[in-house]
């Protein structure tokens, strides 16, 4: 005898099989029943769309995040203090009527390879904290 299966056909591909299990404070969960309200979605899918879209963008450890930009900061200082250094001794140079040419140009290059990457690392912490905002 054969007998027809009724109901959904098994799925393929796309079965949600895993759990995880969240726990949440009481504020938390009604800031959640609250946006499921609101939005009209299903807890699991609220939570599943907060997390999963936009999935591509780091999570950036705050601690290292701080570290490695103190320690950035830290080589800026020196970068800039090996440039004041260049220039207390190419003014001396002038000032004594011996300044070389090369000397000048050596410094002009630096400071301006200096500014550069200041520029960009401006740029990048700009990133960085508008990234974080979100």
């Known amino acids: 005898m054969n007998k027809k299966q009724l109901g959904r056909p098994p799925m393929v591909r796309g079965k949600r099989d895993k759990k995880i299990d969240v726990r949440f404070t009481k504020e938390e969960f009604e800031l959640i ?13 609220l939570i ?3 997390i999963l879209i936009g999935s591509e963008r780091v999570i950036i450890n705050a601690g290292q995040l701080i570290l490695a930009l103190d320690l950035l900061g ?14 207390r ?25 200096y500014q550069e990457i200041q520029k960009r690392l401006e740029v990048l912490l700009r990133r960085v904290i508008r990234l974080s905002g979100k």
């Open 89 to 113: 001794y190419s003014n001396a140079l002038n000032r004594q009527g011996i300044l070389s040419v090369v000397v000048a140009e050596r410094y002009n290059i630096l400071l301006m390879n």
């Open 33 to 45: 029943l609250k946006l499921e309200k609101t939005l009209g979605v299903s807890k699991a899918d």
């Open 48 to 50: 599943r769309n907060k």
């Open 74 to 87: 830290t080589e800026m200082g020196r970068v800039g203090n090996n440039i004041n250094q260049l220039a």
